[in-house]
């Protein structure tokens, strides 16, 4: 079966389980949480994934739950479980992350991404959440990065929508039209 198949069953499942208990926020800042020390930490990465006969089940689990600071709320524990006996641990970070984005379209919340030179005051981000909050009557999560090699302005990401109002791509655009202007030239 397509692996992106079974991923999103799985996040499904666990949005269902999540549904039914009430502890959804819980178990998707676990989820989240999970999904970092995945990313962060290859040798984490490296054991949970590892076969059965090399890492115990058992094992994984803790490794899991010691990533969340030796406490995990009993929804997202069963459902380790269930990964662990059916043999799907090596998708565990591709599950919880697509159970994250699930969860979050579930509940009416947004993702987006905010790149800046500096970092953006409390002000500006309540604005922009208010704005999209306006636009699409959704909540909105924005995670925020600095990078000084933008120039100044900013670049702002969420769902299928960019909006590149940096001084580095309007300085990318400018040399395009010189470069594409001169080869006319000769």
């Known amino acids: 079966m397509n692996q992106s198949i079974i991923v999103t069953r799985y ?12 502890r959804g926020g819980v178990v998707c800042q676990e ?6 020390a995945l990313h962060k930490l290859p040798e984490l990465q490296r054991m949970i994934t ?9 094992r994984k689990t803790e490794l899991l739950q010691k990533a969340l600071g030796g406490e995990i709320s009993p929804d997202l524990g069963q459902f380790l479980a269930l990964l662990n006996r059916n043999g799907r641990m090596e998708m565990v970070e591709e599950i919880l992350r697509d159970f994250v984005d699930l969860y979050h379209r579930s509940v ?7 790149t800046t030179v500096t970092e953006p005051s409390e002000h500006l ?3 922009l959440k208010a704005l999209v909050k ?4 959704d909540d909105v999560i924005i995670e925020v990065d600095v990078d000084p090699s933008l120039i100044g302005g900013f670049v702002f990401d969420i769902d299928d929508y960019l909006l590149d109002a940096s001084i580095k791509r309007q300085l990318d ?3 395009e039209q010189f470069v594409e202007r001169n080869r006319r030239i000769i």
Do not use: C
């Open 11 to 22: 996040a499904r499942s666990l949005v269902k389980l999540v549904g039914e208990t009430g």
């Open 173 to 175: 655009r400018i040399r």
């Open 108 to 114: 009416g919340i947004r993702k987006a991404h905010l």
């Open 50 to 58: 590892a076969a059965d006969d090399v890492v115990p089940p058992s």
């Open 31 to 36: 989820a989240e949480q999970l999904v970092k």
């Open 134 to 137: 306006q636009k699409t009557g």
């Open 125 to 127: 981000l309540e604005r």
